[in-house]
Every structure is written in structure tokens, then in C-alpha cells.
């Protein structure tokens, strides 16, 4: 009856106690493996008396208490959550602030409670890469992008970890991954670096038409994105596409008047279609 699911209820409501002094003690988790069992320790013993001394017996023998467990299952809940994302977001300040390594500390202590806590486990990645660890910050965006296969910046930013390491075939194999995982409007601009990221990769492995057809589909979904407009024309030229070129260098211009990289281009590219006066 009622008291059996009392009790089970009340020895699950144990657990998540545990479960929560475990996420306190562990706070600044900094003492490595030694701290990590005394951490443990001193949840099981808080867990333990929290179990055999209730505050209040009438929450197991009473069907019309059972309110009180029901309350300090949602408030553990909450505390554990909270606790979470809090860790999440000191680590993202600490980012900002450029202070790599206690950004990391912050978020190992919620990773050994949560291991496949996806946007910790991306973040790590990312405080890695500003790091230039780029072999740990690929572990990291892969095993991210492991647990969330259609998370296209986890792709994107596997790929940039593989370019920095020379590993260029593999980076396209991420780029294109991340470029086919959604057509959503709404991830368009994700989208959109991909495939810009994907077009830059195959220009350098000299596959500079396929490079083209992935920088049109990344400046047609971001049509005024200053990047992808100098990269495009810089593969139109070498393409001998001269005009197109010419057009995407008068675009780059016309949105960045003070790019005088983008005014030479512009002007070499009219020249070589034909256009001397223009130029």
C-alpha cells in the first residue's frame, strides 16, 4: 500500500540527497582524486543520517505527508540543476576574462557528476582550442558531437582543431558532416560557416571548383558576410572567373568601404576581365 511507496519514495529522495551534498562538497573540486573520495565520504555520511534520523517520520507513515518528499524531490532537483548551470556559467565568465585554466577547473568537478553533459563537455573544448591544445579540444568537440550528432558547431569546430593541425582531408570530412545536418532556416548561419569553413578547406587542397560551389551555397544562406565574399572571390580569380570575382570583391567593398585589401583585389580582378578603365 501507500507505505511501501512511502518508503520507496523516501529512500529515493536518500539517494538524491546524496547525490546533491555530493555536488557541495565537491564545490572548487581542486584537490584531485584524494579530495574526490573524501568528498564521497562525507556525502555518503550526510546521506546516511539523513536517511535513519528524518526530521519528520509522518512523511513515510502518513499517505497524507508524503507532500514533504514530494517537496524535497523538486527542491533537490532544483538545487542540482541550478548547481549545474552555475558551474557552466562561472566557467564562461572565466573564458571571457581569458583565465583558461580556472575555467577548466570550474567545469571538472560538474563533468565528474555529469560526464555527458554535452555543453560542458563542448566548452571544455573550446577553453582548449583558445589554449591551442588542439588534440584535447578535438576530443572534446568530438565526443560532444558524439552525443549530439546534429550539433553543427561541434563539427565546425572539430574541423578548425584538424586545420590547425595540418590534418586538412579530415577537417573536410567535419566541414561537410556539419554543412548537410540541417536545413532549417533557423540554423542557417551555423550552416553557413560550415560551409564556409568546408570552401576554404577544399581552396587549400587545390579543389578550387568544389571550393566555389560551397562558398556560393555559404553566401547564399549569409549574403553579406565580408568573409565569405573576399574567400569566394579570391577562388573565382584563381578559377579565372574574373568578372564573378570582380562582383563579390564590389560587394566586400560596398559593405566595407575601408577594406583596402578588398579595393586592390577588386581592382586586379576588373583589370584581368577586361575592365581597365573600371579599375
Same mark, same amino acid.
Given at each position: ?36 573520495? #573524501? ?43 541550478? @548547481?549545474?548551470?552555475? @558551474? ?15 575555467? +577548466? ?49 561541434? @563539427? ?39 560551409? @564556409? ?12 571548383? #568544389? ?67 573600371? +579599375?
Amino acid at each position: 500500500g501507500y507505505h511501501l511507496t512511502s518508503v520507496l519514495f523516501y529512500a529515493a529522495n536518500a539517494a538524491l540527497f546524496f547525490y546533491a551534498a555530493l555536488l557541495l562538497f565537491r564545490r572548487g573540486g581542486l584537490g584531485g582524486a584524494k579530495r574526490t573520495r #573524501e568528498s564521497c565520504a562525507d556525502a555518503a555520511i550526510a546521506g546516511l543520517l539523513f536517511a535513519v534520523h528524518p526530521l519528520r517520520v509522518e512523511s513515510v507513515a502518513w499517505a497524507t505527508e508524503r507532500r514533504d518528499s514530494d517537496a524535497l524531490w523538486g527542491h533537490a532537483i532544483s538545487i542540482a540543476l541550478r @548547481h549545474r548551470k552555475a @558551474h557552466l556559467l562561472l566557467a564562461i565568465g572565466r573564458r571571457t576574462d581569458g583565465r583558461l585554466d580556472e575555467a +577548466a577547473a570550474a567545469l571538472r568537478p560538474i563533468l565528474e557528476v555529469y560526464p555527458d553533459f554535452e555543453e560542458a563537455i563542448f566548452l571544455m573544448g573550446a577553453i582548449a582550442k583558445d589554449g591551442d591544445k588542439q588534440e584535447e579540444a578535438l576530443g572534446y568537440f568530438r565526443r560532444a558531437a558524439t552525443l549530439q550528432p546534429k550539433w553543427i558547431m561541434a @563539427h565546425v569546430h572539430a574541423g578548425e582543431c584538424l586545420q590547425a593541425m595540418g590534418r586538412w582531408e579530415e577537417a573536410v570530412q567535419e566541414f561537410q558532416i556539419a554543412s548537410g545536418v540541417s536545413q532549417d532556416a533557423y540554423f542557417a548561419p551555423h550552416t553557413a560557416q560550415a560551409r @564556409h569553413r568546408l570552401g576554404i578547406a577544399l581552396a587549400h587542397l587545390g579543389r578550387r571548383k #568544389e571550393a566555389a560551389e560551397e562558398l556560393g551555397a555559404a553566401l547564399e544562406l549569409r549574403p553579406d558576410h565580408p568573409p565569405t565574399l573576399f574567400a569566394l572571390g579570391v577562388v573565382l580569380m584563381e578559377l579565372g572567373r574574373f568578372q564573378e570575382a570582380a562582383r563579390c570583391f564590389g560587394s566586400l567593398v560596398r559593405i566595407v568601404p575601408q577594406d583596402f585589401n578588398a579595393r586592390i583585389r577588386l581592382g586586379e580582378s576588373l583589370l584581368k576581365a577586361g575592365y581597365p578603365k573600371d +579599375a
